[in-house]
């Protein structure tokens, strides 16, 4: 099989696919000799949750293809969109220029938060989202009059991307640690601490983390540009919660010693916490709202920072000012992203108002609770919205601890294909992130397939 070979990838063998793949690529995330080592899974088609490979065997997408997926894939109505988008402008720049569609889409992101926030920046993934609001707070305070206003506080587990920027405001050691060297320093103040079982946490758990919170924000607002947070679900973390009242708490504290909010709503933002933003929910107005994954409905890649016009006014002036935000990506507000994103919308909304993502959360969270509790190889579980996770540990009074290279829920996730479903793992858990247009019977095999692989894997271990 050559290189250059012409032909188009759904019509070779599977064998060649893998035989290519193999010699070419590099996968993200991804312990390449692992993953040559295990079987591979080549994707060709998607209909609804579900995901179909090379050789016609189906799988549930319990990832929700790395958490972007809202209305399932192949969808009639966003595929209508897509391909009317597609025969007018597929892209143009939008340094300088505009598309009528990127406008249509800012002003439905403006009614997101009533229109407190009017103001869209456009760029093309989440860590870009992240990065901009960080560098538009930074130049803001510089612009003001407060050049020393420089640092940012985030919170234990936070996860806001890859890039440098993003790397330095996130506290996951595994990915980030090695570049230390490279990142400006954050302080992190602790999440909320709590029982993780399904619905469980308090607002007084999170009395010692805000405290903590400001006892950092009492001696170092002055040299604080921002507070940059995932708000309600730390997603990357493990699905890690806050209470109710959380978000807001941490809102007021920013409001009295004058620190930007961001708010990272790249994740939890489009249904996936059964409402359009955590922070609408909450009945909190941040500085900057980041979103990204759902946004064009896991279609294309597509991303927005959304800010105030105060934030946008300290911009304003003569160009040898100097007060332009230089910043932009190629990609920027791509109008096929545009316009699936706005189809997206509208369907999204009666799916939230209808109570319908509300109930398919309900039932997740029972079914993982049917499923886990109470089993002597589950540490804990947990849901909110259409998030979850499982922590599996060996059970008490076994003689042979697990390790790292055991890959635990690496194993479990391998064996769940086996059971018709695609999921990712993290460490020793599973984290449950199904598409929002998920249907009761998938919720239930999402579930029982997980438990299947791990009835599966752990006896053998
Ligand atoms: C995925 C994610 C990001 C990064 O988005 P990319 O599009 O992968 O760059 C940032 N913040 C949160 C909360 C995320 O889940």
């Not at 993003?166 to 999440?191: C, E, Y």
């Not at 995932?230 to 990357?236: L, S």
């Amino acid at each position: 099989m050559g290189v250059s070979s012409a032909s188009p990838a759904a019509s070779r063998s599977t064998d060649a696919i893998d035989l290519a793949d193999r010699k070419h690529a590099w996968h993200p995330f991804t312990q390449m000799k692992e993953y040559q080592a295990n079987p591979r899974l080549h994707l060709v088609r998607g209909e609804g949750s579900w995901l179909i490979d090379t050789e016609g065997r189906k799988y549930l997408d319990g990832n929700a293809s790395v958490w972007t997926n809202v209305h399932g894939h192949n969808d009639p109505d966003l595929n209508a969109a897509l391909e009317k988008q597609l025969h007018q402008l597929a892209h143009v720049t939008l340094l300088g220029l505009n598309h009528p569609v990127a406008t249509e889409l800012a002003e439905e992101l403006a009614g997101l938060t009533n229109g407190k926030l009017p103001r869209c920046f456009f760029t093309d993934n989440g860590s870009n989202a992240v990065e901009v609001a960080l560098k538009l707070s930074f130049q803001f305070w510089q612009l003001t009059g407060h050049p020393e206003k420089r640092g940012v506080i985030s919170m234990s587990g936070a996860y806001h991307g890859d890039t440098f920027g993003t790397m330095s405001v996130g506290d996951n050691r595994t990915f980030h640690k090695r570049f230390t060297p490279w990142l400006f320093s954050s302080q992190i103040f602790d999440a909320p601490r709590h029982e993780e079982c399904a619905g469980k946490i308090k607002f007084s758990d999170a009395t010692q983390s805000l405290q903590a919170l400001e006892n950092i924000l009492k001696s170092q607002a002055e040299q604080t540009a921002s507070l940059i947070l995932e708000p309600r679900v730390q997603g990357a973390a493990g699905m890690h919660q806050q209470p109710a009242g959380f978000v807001k708490a941490v809102a007021q504290l920013c409001k009295q010693y004058d620190v930007h909010l961001i708010l990272d709503e790249v994740f939890t933002g489009f249904g996936r916490l059964s409402s359009l933003t955590a922070c609408a929910e909450e009945g909190v107005v941040p500085d900057f709202l980041c979103l990204a994954k759902g946004l064009a409905a896991g279609y294309l890649p597509l991303a927005a920072t959304l800010t105030s016009e105060k934030i946008f006014e300290a911009f304003q002036g003569e160009f040898s000012e100097g007060r332009t935000f230089f910043h932009g990506h190629t990609f920027s507000g791509n109008p096929l992203g545009c316009a699936v994103a706005l189809a997206s919308l509208k369907k999204l909304r009666p799916m939230i108002s209808s109570g319908q993502i509300a109930e398919r959360a309900q039932q997740l969270g029972d079914e993982i609770q049917n499923n886990f509790s109470n089993h002597p190889n589950i540490a804990s579980y947990r849901q909110y919205g259409l998030t979850g996770a499982v922590d599996f540990k060996p059970a008490d009074g076994e003689a042979k601890a697990w390790t790292v290279d055991m890959r635990v829920g690496y194993q479990i996730a391998l064996a769940a294909r086996r059971h018709g479903l695609v999921i990712r793992p993290l460490g020793d858990s599973i984290l449950f992130v199904p598409p929002i247009s998920i249907q009761p019977s998938e919720v239930t095999h999402l579930v029982q397939a997980v438990r299947r692989a791990m009835d599966d894997v752990i006896p053998n271990l």
